[in-house]
């Protein structure tokens, strides 16, 4: 059967760091605060010039150097973000016009903090049917950019960033032995949607809006969703907590991450948590954390490793792959 193999990662992050210091100086918050509550200590922030289609190219691009490959043998682009350059066309399509190529096909995926998992599953799927050999699949946000700045429950948990994976056909024996993609589940729930969204649109106020969240009532339902689709995988894939090298979860929150892994029996010793330095960077979240454990010789080939996010909407799900 045909897998989709991970072939190279890349990652791009903004120029300027925003620490938790200079977040003291523009809402009535403090570095304990912010440490205590999410982990996080620091996030980039972009620029003028620095763009999520840019910094989706520059992650792009890297990844397919790392595979070691060219431009030119990508025939499919997905891009998850929930901040695009514009309304349309896709980011995706504006990146692979920042590589230079017109064939093939681009398009985004909207699932907010889920989004890479949801892209990752689309290109699986893409691939698995036979549509796609070679496809890019990137997490790339600006969320700086719909943050309100005078809202403390909100503007110190985000970042900026981008990160990208290059997924391509290989055959398999149809065995949780083969590399790439084994099991993947997505699940949402439209009656969650006043915890977390963004109260402007084309088509209602005709402005891009800001992000709104009740963090806590988020909070509680995270562990408990993220946990069953974990176990859907698992059942699905007859593998379990004990055969997981990496857990490489969406960086949210320090205290979500810590209580996933420890429903599920991961030690902490396997969870790549990135969350200090990026900050929540929602769909960019996951593959920026691949690459600095893959960067820094966590994750490698043959490694299992498990992927889960939950975000916006409620969207969550969980992708279970072989490095
Ligand atoms: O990525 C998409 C999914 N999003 C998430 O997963 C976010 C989930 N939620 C969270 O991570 C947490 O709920 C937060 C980090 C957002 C908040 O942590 P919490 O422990 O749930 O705090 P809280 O909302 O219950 O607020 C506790 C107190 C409040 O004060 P009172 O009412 O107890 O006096 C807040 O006003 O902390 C106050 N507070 C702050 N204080 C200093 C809220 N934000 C801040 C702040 N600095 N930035």
Request: charged share 10%.
């Given at each position: 059967m045909i897998r989709s193999v991970v072939r190279g990662v890349g990652a791009a992050l903004p120029k300027r760091v925003l620490s938790n210091r200079e977040m003291e100086s523009i809402v009535d918050t403090s570095d304990e605060w912010i440490v205590q509550r999410t982990g996080i200590q620091q996030r980039y922030i972009a620029g003028e010039g620095e763009t999520t289609a840019s910094l989706g190219a520059e992650a792009a691009l890297k990844a397919i150097e790392s595979a070691g490959l060219s431009a030119a043998d990508?025939?499919?682009?997905?891009?998850?973000?929930?901040?695009?350059?514009?309304?349309?066309?896709?980011?995706?399509?504006?990146?692979?016009?920042?590589?230079?190529?017109?064939?093939?096909?681009?398009?985004?995926?909207?699932?907010?903090?889920?989004?890479?998992?949801?892209?990752?599953?689309?290109?699986?799927?893409?691939?698995?049917?036979?549509?796609?050999?070679?496809?890019?699949?990137?997490?790339?946000e600006t969320f700086s950019r719909i943050l309100d700045w005078t809202d403390r429950t909100t503007c110190v948990l985000f970042g900026d960033g981008a990160g990208a994976i290059l997924l391509e056909a290989a055959e398999g024996a149809g065995t949780t032995a083969d590399r790439g993609v084994l099991t993947a589940h997505l699940r949402s729930d439209g009656t969650h949607k006043d915890k977390l969204y963004v109260d402007g649109g084309a088509s209602t106020t005709g402005t891009v809006g800001h992000l709104r969240m009740e963090g806590r009532e988020v909070f509680k339902h995270a562990v408990g969703m993220i946990t069953d689709v974990i176990e859907q995988s698992f059942e699905a894939s007859g593998m379990t907590a004990a055969d997981v090298d990496w857990l490489v979860p969406h960086q949210a929150n320090r205290r979500i991450i810590d209580g996933s892994a420890k429903k599920l029996g991961i030690p902490l010793e396997k969870v790549v948590v990135t969350v200090a330095e990026h900050g929540n960077t929602s769909a960019a979240s996951i593959p920026l954390a691949l690459s600095v454990a893959v960067g820094d010789g966590r994750i490698k080939p043959g490694d299992v490793v498990l992927l889960e996010a939950m975000g916006g909407g409620f969207t969550w799900g969980a992708v279970l792959l072989r490095w």
């Open positions: 990508i025939d499919m682009i997905i891009c998850a973000t929930s901040t695009p350059d514009n309304t349309f066309p896709a980011t995706a399509v504006n990146i692979q016009n920042r590589l230079g190529i017109t064939h093939g096909f681009a398009f985004d995926v909207q699932a907010v903090c889920s989004g890479f998992v949801y892209a990752v599953t689309t290109a699986d799927a893409y691939i698995r049917g036979g549509l796609a050999r070679r496809v890019l699949v990137i997490g790339a």
